[in-house]
């Protein structure tokens, strides 16, 4: 095999292993920076060794065997090894065993559960929602902050001084780098759920800048869900959110034109929505009903999404189901933005006039000023009573409040149609 060949394996390989190794390394040394640097570590070593030896059979066990043996020859030349000790000590048969040789077994130690464990400590809640979405992408994603700073439009150095933040915060907080049990495993659970839906819908509807979607982002963060699905295979909500994903990424081509303008969703060609990942969602949601959380909150908003999957044309979608999903996502989960799909579903179902009494509501609690979608929604259901000038003055409200170009430009385009 050419020299470019063994190197482009070698990138393949740590590019699938990275992520293991890293979760391995932090479970056994409590340390998520040094286990990134170990992590590195042994993909130079491979890249020095394996074009002289080849490619072993089991490259990941070979990258583990690696960064053990760096981790210990660094315990040795610090002369570290009672804090090391202290670090791992619980999976040691004797505490006061300060050798090399225990520890050394403790790093052999099959610890499982690894990669859920760093997913779980990446998203941990003493850290920010930024901060967990940043390190899970670099951590679990393998993402450079270079990328991670383009995904979310922001300087590399900020992306870099946030995962560097985070890391510190976790050595002060010390957690187990294991899956929680109990009590505490659903709350950490609703966690994590947390930063992958914030991946996604960065890159569904992005916040800011010139592109109305990223679908790198959403890929990522549909990968991300897949392999927790896969380590996760009895949590409802784990496979809601990913139903979820599979079906709203299905709309992704179809959602801008091609000159990059949003186009709403009656409007869309259906055609161009994408089989595999509706079939894959839905999929998805059957497994999370016959688990028993069809309830949950991410399910709900799965099946909102596979109503308008399963409707051929935009004249066939169920408003009326929608709208009664909606009422019962409000029970589960109340937030200002429910009440504003809700009262676009509603529109939908029962007439603009419904929308508008739910969107009174909304105003009086004032929990939603500022935010571009309100106006937006108000100004589609005035131009359909036929109230053209307000629904201008609604759109054109909307569109200074919107900090996303193509958003902006499509929401002016709308006051524009008012006449």
């Known amino acids: 095999m050419a020299a470019t060949d063994i190197h482009q394996t070698i990138e393949t390989v740590f590019r699938i292993e990275r992520a293991r190794l890293i979760a391995g390394l932090a479970r056994m040394l409590r340390d998520v920076g040094r286990a990134e640097e170990l992590a590195q570590d042994a993909l130079v070593t491979a890249l020095t060794d394996w074009p002289k030896t080849g490619v072993p059979d089991n490259p990941g066990a070979w990258l583990m065997a690696a960064a053990k043996r760096r981790a210990i020859d660094g315990i040795r030349r610090d002369q570290m090894l009672a804090r090391k000790h202290a670090e791992i000590g619980r999976d040691l048969e004797d505490a006061r065993d300060t050798s090399v040789e225990a520890i050394e077994a403790a790093l052999d130690d099959d610890l499982g559960d690894e990669l859920l464990g760093l997913i779980f400590t990446a998203c941990h809640p003493v850290l920010s929602a930024e901060a967990r979405a940043a390190l899970t992408l670099r951590l679990i994603g393998g993402l450079t902050t270079d990328e991670i700073a383009r995904a979310f439009l922001s300087s590399e150095a900020t992306i870099a001084q946030r995962i560097v933040r985070a890391k510190k915060t976790l050595g002060k907080a010390r957690p187990a780098f294991e899956v929680p049990r109990g009590t505490d495993r659903r709350q950490r659970l609703a966690s994590v ?17 010139e592109d109305l ?10 990968r991300l869900g897949r392999i927790l699905a896969g380590l996760m295979p009895d949590e409802p909500e784990v496979f809601g959110l ?11 081509a179809a959602r801008v034109g091609p000159d990059g303008s949003a186009i709403p969703l009656p409007e869309q060609n259906r055609a161009r929505w994408d089989g595999l990942l509706i079939r894959r969602g839905l999929a998805a949601l059957e497994r999370t009903e016959m688990l028993g959380g069809a309830r949950g909150p991410y399910a709900l908003q799965a099946a909102l999404a596979a109503c308008h999957a399963r409707a051929r044309r935009a004249e066939e979608t169920d408003w009326h189901r ?30 603009p006039e419904a929308g508008l009494a ?58 524009a149609a008012c006449g």
């Open 322 to 351: 929608i709208a009664a999903l909606y009422d019962t996502l409000q029970e589960v989960t109340p937030s200002p933005v429910v009440d504003l799909n809700r009262a676009v579903a509603h529109s939908m179902a029962y007439g």
């Open 213 to 222: 979607i990223r679908p790198a982002l959403c890929a990522e963060a549909q």
């Open 358 to 415: 739910l969107l009174a509501e909304i105003d009086a609690a004032g929990r939603l000023r500022g935010y571009a979608p309100l106006p937006a929604a108000r100004g589609d259901f005035l131009f359909r009573l036929g109230r053209h000038a307000d629904a201008r003055l609604a759109f054109e409200q909307a569109a200074a409040l919107s900090r996303n170009e193509r958003e902006k430009a499509f929401l002016l385009r709308r006051a």
């Open 242 to 252: 990913l139903a979820l994903m599979e079906i709203q990424a299905s709309r992704l």
């Open 193 to 209: 759920l947390e930063v992958i839906y914030l991946i996604f819908n960065e890159g569904y509807a992005a916040t800011a800048g």
